[in-house]
């Protein structure tokens, strides 16, 4: 399979614990996006990653929300001290540039990562 | 920022029937993606439309830009339980230079019940 995979698929922990998540890409994409999903609520954009380098954080990332490439393949999203409104469906997306900046156009998502903070 | 209303929320159909999704966006769209989702499970791409009067289709599903750019409509045609599930619009703001970066704005969705 050579779709965006994610993992874990699920996730239950409780209040205050860190937690993870992993994404590897479609393996020529050289763009990479995390999205977080609340349950009846569209994606709603996190951070995105041009090969290794963070190009752009949205404010709904917190100080305890970090995100890593760092050699431009997979990622990483860790969330420190979770609180129970960090529970969501945790996207990953990546898509290919043309041109150097410009999108071919499709985002490519994985299954998801689902955090339950109890 | 730039925000997506989806109508309606939710839709109950009889399967072989038609149906229309509407997406209406409070700015100009430069790039309108359509994708479907079943619960609990990752976002599936269908189409992306990026000029005025654009429409695509796939299948049974036709998705249209309207000419002045501010809102996407998606048609299925003789529905199947298959076509269930959740269907979102997202937007993709350019900057100036009419880049394309990728960062969605999402609806909140429609989802869509076929009843056999």
């Known amino acids: 399979d050579t779709g965006v995979s994610q993992d874990p698929r699920h996730k239950i922990t409780k209040r205050g614990q860190n937690v993870t998540f992993r994404c590897d890409p479609i393996s020529e994409h050289n763009r990479l996006y995390w999205y977080r999903q609340t349950l009846g609520q569209g994606p709603e954009f996190l951070t995105y990653f041009q090969n290794e380098a963070q190009l752009e954080k949205s404010r709904l990332l917190s100080d305890r929300f970090s995100a890593e490439r760092p050699k431009g393949s997979f990622s990483t999203l860790e969330i420190q001290r979770t609180e129970q409104g960090d529970s969501a469906m945790y996207l990953c997306?990546?898509?290919?540039?043309?041109?150097?900046?410009?999108?071919?156009?499709?985002?490519?998502f994985g299954e998801g990562s689902r955090l339950t903070v109890l | 920022s730039q925000e997506l209303e989806q109508s309606p929320q939710s839709l109950i159909v009889q399967e072989g029937k038609n149906l229309t999704i509407n997406c209406t966006s409070s700015k100009t769209l430069y790039g309108l993606y359509w994708y479907k989702q079943k619960y609990g499970e990752g976002l599936i791409f269908l189409m992306m439309?990026?000029?005025?009067?654009e429409e695509k289709s796939h299948e049974k599903i036709t998705a249209k830009l309207d000419e002045k750019k501010q809102q996407s409509s998606l048609h299925i045609t003789a529905s199947q339980p298959s076509h269930a599930g959740i269907y979102l619009c997202?937007?993709?703001?350019?900057?100036?230079?009419?880049?394309?970066?990728?960062?969605?704005?999402f609806g909140q969705g429609t989802i869509l019940t076929v009843h056999p």
């Open positions: 439309l990026q000029k005025g009067g």
């Open positions: 997306a990546s898509s290919r540039t043309i041109s150097g900046t410009a999108n071919t156009g499709e985002l490519f």
């Open positions: 997202g937007a993709d703001p350019k900057n100036a230079g009419g880049t394309s970066y990728g960062k969605l704005t």
